[in-house]
């Protein structure tokens, strides 16, 4: 069965850091770039960051660019890191970690970020 775990969100106020995890299973983690994605509520899903397979390439959403925001990978653990600082009120959203190569993706559950001001 294939499964995205997304974890580490929580309510923490402005200005504080939080880092998000994804573990994977059930596929081939190291063929697949991972991203991470949003959702505020009313708004439209939209991509955080993107980190490729082989960890030397990422892409950042035009929302968080020259932001304190970093994406990391491990391999062998299969889990992907969303490291977040100096939030602000407007990244309180769920966030999502996508695998995706292809022609194939898979989407994980979310996880709820609360950033209060």
């Known amino acids: 069965e294939v499964q995205l775990q997304a974890s580490g969100g929580g309510l923490v106020q402005a200005g504080g850091s939080l880092r998000l995890s994804c573990v994977a299973s059930g596929f081939t983690f190291g063929d697949y770039a991972i991203g991470w994605f949003r959702q505020a509520p009313g708004k439209e899903r939209e991509g955080v960051v993107c980190i490729s397979i082989d960890d030397d390439r990422t892409y950042y959403g035009d929302s968080v660019k020259g932001r304190f925001i970093t994406i990391s990978r491990d391999n062998a653990e299969k889990t992907v890191y969303l490291q977040m600082n100096s939030l602000k009120p407007e990244d309180t959203a769920v966030y999502y970690c996508?695998?995706?190569?292809?022609?194939?993706?898979?989407w994980g559950q979310g996880t709820l970020v609360t950033v209060s001001s």
């Open positions: 996508k695998a995706v190569r292809t022609g194939v993706y898979f």
